[in-house]
């Protein structure tokens, strides 16, 4: 991990450094005299200390900071102490920073109930301060003085780091909102996706089905049907069950069917009449969700070459080339068709592909090809925008 990926993920050496660097800035100032900030007078015995006292007391105070996230109370009551030993020296500028840090500290990091302590201890301190100096030396621009300095010392962290741990709380419920939106968009393609697949079965058994009774009975073709029929019916369960599964899911769903799965549909087509020719070529790294678009866009491709070219041949090829994967089925053209009721054909099938390919930055055709039918798709291996130009012919 880098030095920058270190600080942003070490609360303790981000903690350190800011020590350090009060440290370090707080003896400089001490160094070139910016002691005895405040009009108070001094106590006899320590009038003649030197201002060396004043780094002394800063060493332990900036020692006390590396508390203040885990206990902010307590960093913040230490703190005070030093402040109020530094007092007696005439108060520095050095320790004005420390203590600004610890109440910026209990601001961030300390319960609310700490917070709204803290903050009544603050106005109190800031009114009976400016009273009691404005009465002392009877005029009322020392205790509007008075507390334009304290509330700049005492008021303004605990102010600024409500408006801090405000911007994160906001962006906090973004992420959230944006992590709990992308999860309902996916359960709703995936709803999609339950349909497209539920619609492809039936219509594959309902094609079986209606071959078996336009032809004269026979025993083992209608076997054959009944099993096939059985075949697409416990598909279509099984994908129901699987797609619902992940619906209720509580945590972020994962998409079904990928490149692995492809052997299941081209075995489902072959026993469907299909005659398949299969080059399939690693696709690597591939993401899941274009895995799950190549996987739908040939399920798809197959079922139409089913519906609409019984017994054809198909060609399937699906490979990388350089950023993007390459998905090309094309199946011969056949004087019949298994489509003997409207209902098997909704007209969405290519619809739903192109859209799927287009939000994937993707490009998607369909159309006659000669004597053949072909459906090709370019996806890209990193998914984007979508790309201009995504039609169907």
Not at 114 to 128: E, H, P
Not at 176 to 181: L, M
Not at 348 to 376: N, P
Request: hydrophobic fraction near 50%; aromatic fraction near 4%; charged fraction near 20%.
């Amino acid at each position: 991990m880098d030095l920058r990926g270190r600080w942003r993920a070490s609360a303790r050496l981000r903690d350190t450094a800011n020590a350090a660097g009060l440290l370090g800035c707080g003896t400089l100032l001490n160094l070139i005299g910016l002691t005895d900030v405040w009009t108070l007078p001094r106590i006899e015995p320590f009038f003649h200390l030197p201002d060396a006292w004043h780094t002394l007391l800063l060493i332990p105070a900036c020692l006390v900071t590396l508390g203040k996230r885990r206990h902010p109370i307590l960093a913040l009551a230490a703190g005070a102490l030093f402040f109020g030993a530094d007092l007696l020296f005439g108060g520095s500028v050095a320790m004005v920073l420390v203590l600004f840090d610890l109440i910026f500290a209990v601001g961030l990091y300390a319960s609310a109930r700490a917070r709204t302590a803290v903050t009544s201890v603050v106005f109190v301190l800031i009114g009976t301060a400016s009273v009691v100096g404005g009465l002392a030396e009877g005029e009322i621009r020392i205790a509007v003085f008075i507390g334009l300095q304290l509330t700049s010392l005492l008021f303004v962290p605990l102010w600024w780091a409500a408006n801090l741990r405000q911007q994160q709380q906001l962006g906090l419920l973004d992420a959230e909102r944006s992590a709990r939106e992308a999860v309902l968009a996916e359960r709703g393609a995936m709803a999609r996706d339950l349909h497209d697949v539920i619609a492809a079965h039936l219509a594959t058994t309902a094609m079986h089905s209606g071959a078996a009774l336009a032809a004269p009975p026979d025993t083992g073709r209608d076997r054959a049907a009944l099993q096939a029929v059985r075949t697409s019916s416990l598909a279509a369960l099984e994908e129901m069950r699987s797609m619902i599964l992940l619906l209720r899911a509580a945590d972020e769903p994962s998409l079904p069917g990928g490149l692995d799965r492809l052997p299941d549909l081209i075995e489902a087509a072959t026993a469907g009449g299909l005659r398949m020719t299969v080059r399939i070529r690693p696709v690597h790294d591939a993401p899941a969700v274009v895995e799950h678009t190549v996987y739908g866009i040939v399920r798809e491709a197959l079922t139409n070459a089913a519906k609409h070219a019984p017994g054809s041949e198909v060609r399937l090829d699906v490979r990388p080339s350089g950023d993007r994967a390459l998905v090309t089925v094309t199946n011969t053209l056949t004087t019949t068709t298994a489509l003997d009721h409207e209902a098997l054909s909704a007209g969405t099938g290519l619809w739903s592909i192109r859209e799927r390919a287009a939000l994937l930055g993707g490009v998607l055709t369909a159309g006659r090809d000669g004597d053949a039918w072909t459906v090709t798709a370019s996806l890209p291996l990193t998914p984007g925008p979508a790309m201009p130009g995504e039609t169907i012919r």
